[in-house]
């Protein structure tokens, strides 16, 4: 194992200026990305970065022109080698550091997989997430939102959005969807909250992990025995997939069905209300709301640490040498304020043109659950813009909680009355 | 006019074509997979346009 200084540089232009180490987190601005992320997209469309733990080089791409280059491009691998290597901190990794080869796959974790195995286990779901069963499904969200909204109106106020909306809306839905009793919450919420707490240890990730694969492999032999109208019953009963490969899948769709679209609900309602017109320019013209979602992904773009590929093979792109088990980070939330790309990209307007935004990904990988993700927000948003017109931060906007040192940025807690 | 063809194979059903062009796109009922409802669209349809452009898989191209 070589010291990252050890490394051969590659071409000039690469180490002409000063090499970022990770992506900065540190935001003056709620909706904005820290303006140090900026100013290295405003610098080039490629660079050198560090990685953590030890500072290894990889690189960073942070231009809309080659992210979407990047991640359509499967030379850019899914499957990430070892030792880690991350874009900002995560102590757990340490441990890892002396581990050669590759990190065994986690069973039906296809996110973590390239073609062909990635294929074989995403086309088991896609049929679940298509337009028009989303649509069927409106009814069911819309009814999950009322519920919430009912409970809201019933409460105390001030309330805190996210615990009371944010949360439990996304939650209820994807647990009916997949066939997981939401009262037995208590037994993954935690779990699959820590798969995602960066603060996290190494061994508390994989106690999380082994907990949540027991949990579903119960849920799985009882859905075989006695089969419900729902995911995990029709996967179980697919004689071409394991019991190891079932729950690896129903755990990576409950723990990404639970934490992006909460934080968008929360971050989206926040933006709206500090930016009042545009929160009325919905109330006045709910017409606008299917376009005013994909403004908020864009403009808030929650995947704010990107999306990370490994080379595995010496390769030229773009002029630059990448060398194999070299990391590429692609900053989607410098691809998403692109000038070149996107007009006024600074400016939250909902009846923009946000399309092309690379907040759900882009290439084979790209979000699974995107269809189901807008159904969720454009109801929850307009439901709550009508329950609660007059909707207001309780707190200034200054003292909401931010969550910048996590996989999905977002607010902890907001704080709202009416 | 200018033709529209889908290659099924590299299709990763994100469900973006039907999204953003109902009335040339579905997709299929088992693994969300394209589905065209026309094989035709105006030279200048923007939105049979976007969902060319928008496809996360290159699956779709206009001839």
Request: charged share 25%; with cysteine.
């Amino acid at each position: 194992m070589s010291a990252p200084d050890s490394t051969p540089e590659t071409s000039a232009p690469d180490t002409a200026e000063a090499v970022p180490y990770g992506i900065p987190l540190e935001r003056d601005h709620p909706f904005d990305p820290p303006a140090a992320v900026m100013a290295l997209h405003r610098g080039s469309e490629m660079r050198r970065m560090r990685y953590y733990p030890e500072g290894r080089l990889g690189w960073l791409v942070t231009s809309h022109r080659l992210a979407r280059k990047v991640l359509a491009d499967t030379r850019f691998s899914s499957t990430l080698g070892s030792p880690a290597q991350v874009p900002i901190p995560m102590p757990g990794l340490e441990g890892y550091l002396d581990f050669e080869g590759d990190f065994p796959l986690t069973p039906g974790m296809f996110i973590e997989m390239d073609p062909p195995d990635h294929t074989r286990l995403r086309r088991k779901l896609t049929g679940v997430f298509t337009v028009k069963r989303m649509k069927q499904l409106e009814p069911r969200i819309a009814a999950h939102v009322q519920d919430r909204l009912d409970a809201l109106a019933a409460g105390p106020r001030p309330a805190d959005l996210v615990a009371d909306f944010a949360v439990p809306v996304p939650a209820m839905m994807i647990c009916e969807l997949l066939g997981v009793p939401y009262d037995q919450r208590e037994r993954f919420e935690a779990d699959s909250r820590a798969i995602f707490t960066n603060d996290e240890t190494g061994g508390g990730k994989e106690a999380a992990i082994l907990n949540l694969f027991a949990f579903l492999g119960e849920l799985i032999a009882a859905k075989r025995a006695e089969p419900t109208d729902d995911v995990l019953s029709d996967l179980a009963a697919d004689p071409e997939l394991d019991d190891n490969e079932v729950a690896g899948m129903a755990i990576l769709l409950l723990v990404a069905g639970h934490e992006t679209t909460a934080k968008m609900l929360a971050l989206g309602t926040m933006a709206l209300l500090e930016n009042r017109d545009q929160w009325e320019l919905l109330r006045a013209r709910p017409e606008l709301m299917a376009g005013g979602v994909e403004e908020l992904l864009r403009y808030l773009t929650i995947i704010h640490t990107g999306l990370i590929r490994q080379v595995k093979e010496d390769m030229e792109f773009e002029g630059h040498q990448i060398k194999a088990r070299e990391y590429v980070t692609v900053s989607v939330q410098t691809a998403n304020r692109d000038e070149a790309h996107f007009i006024e990209p600074d400016k939250l307007d909902v009846t923009g043109d946000a399309k092309g935004h690379l907040t759900f990904g882009h290439g084979v990988h790209q979000c699974l659950g995107q269809q189901l993700a807008r159904m969720e927000m454009r109801i929850a948003f307009a439901g709550l813009i009508e329950r609660f017109p007059g909707l207001r931060l309780a707190v200034p906007a200054a003292e909401v909680p931010l969550v910048t040192g996590q996989s999905f940025y977002g607010v902890a807690e907001l704080p709202v009355t009416w | 006019m200018v033709r529209i063809i889908a290659d099924t194979e590299a299709c990763a059903s994100s469900g973006m074509c039907a999204l953003t062009a109902p009335e040339y796109f579905d997709q299929d009922d088992e693994d969300g997979r394209v589905v065209l409802l026309a094989d035709e669209a105006e030279d200048r349809d923007d939105e049979v346009a976007d969902a060319v452009r928008l496809c996360p898989a290159g699956a779709l191209r206009l001839a």
